[in-house]
C-alpha cells in the first residue's frame, strides 16, 4: 500500500458516499486510475464494504453494556464464537490475551431489556465461566476512521505524558538521557 491508496482509504473512511469523480479530484488522480485503485483495494479486502452510521438511540437502542466474558474452557471457543453472531444485540466482540477472554458491545433498549437479554440469552452461551457487565455512561470517543498514515511512521511521534507535556521519541530533540 502506498501514500497514494491511504490517500484514498482516508477520503472513503470520511466520506463513504463521495463519488469516483470526486474522489478522483481530491486525490488528483484521473477517474480512471482512481477506480482502478479502488477495486484493487476492494480485491485485497483493504476495503471490506460501505456502510451508514446510524444513532443506536434513535433506532431504540440507547442502552449500551460492555460485557466481560470468561470462558471455563479453550475448547469451546469455536462454539462460542458462532453464538454470539446469532445474537442480535451484540454489535461487536472481541476476543483477548488472558483474562478476561472476550469483549463484547451490547445494545438494548432499556436496563430491563438488557436484564431480560442476560437472563435468558448470555449466561447460556456455551462454556461462559463467567459474565461481568458494565454499563456504558456516555461516548466519549465516536468510531472514528483509522489514522491516513503508515503506522510505522508512528515511530517519530511524540507523545504526551502524565503531566499533558509533550516529549520527543527517546533521542529526538527534548528527550531527557
Known amino acids: 500500500?502506498?501514500?497514494?491508496?491511504?490517500?484514498?482509504?482516508?477520503?472513503?473512511?470520511?466520506?463513504?458516499r463521495i463519488?469516483?469523480?470526486?474522489?478522483?479530484?481530491?486525490?488528483?488522480?484521473?477517474?480512471?486510475?482512481?477506480?482502478?485503485r479502488v477495486r484493487?483495494?476492494?480485491?485485497?479486502?483493504?476495503?471490506?464494504g460501505y456502510r451508514a452510521v446510524v444513532d443506536?438511540?434513535?433506532?431504540?437502542?440507547?442502552?449500551?453494556?460492555?460485557?466481560?466474558?470468561?470462558?471455563?474452557?479453550?475448547?469451546?471457543?469455536?462454539?462460542?464464537?458462532?453464538a454470539l453472531a446469532e445474537i442480535p444485540e451484540v454489535i461487536e466482540a472481541q476476543r483477548l490475551f488472558g483474562e478476561p477472554d472476550y469483549l463484547i458491545r451490547v445494545v438494548s433498549a432499556d436496563l430491563p431489556s438488557y436484564q431480560k437479554l442476560y437472563e435468558s440469552v448470555l449466561i447460556h452461551l456455551p462454556g461462559v465461566r463467567g459474565l461481568t457487565s458494565t454499563i456504558v455512561m456516555k461516548q466519549t470517543v465516536h468510531p472514528r476512521p483509522l489514522p491516513g498514515r503508515d503506522p510505522r511512521d508512528m515511530m517519530g511521534r511524540p507523545s504526551a505524558t502524565r503531566n499533558g507535556n509533550v516529549d520527543a521519541v527517546a533521542g529526538g530533540e527534548g528527550a531527557s538521557a
Open 40 to 48: 484493487d483495494l476492494e480485491a485485497a479486502g483493504i476495503i471490506r
Open 19 to 36: 463519488t469516483l469523480t470526486e474522489l478522483a479530484d481530491k486525490v488528483r488522480l484521473s477517474v480512471s486510475r482512481c477506480q482502478r
Open 56 to 82: 443506536a438511540a434513535a433506532l431504540g437502542y440507547g442502552f449500551e453494556v460492555l460485557l466481560f466474558a470468561t470462558l471455563s474452557r479453550p475448547d469451546v471457543v469455536t462454539e462460542f464464537d458462532a
Open 1 to 16: 500500500m502506498d501514500s497514494m491508496d491511504r490517500k484514498i482509504v482516508a477520503a472513503l473512511q470520511s466520506e463513504g
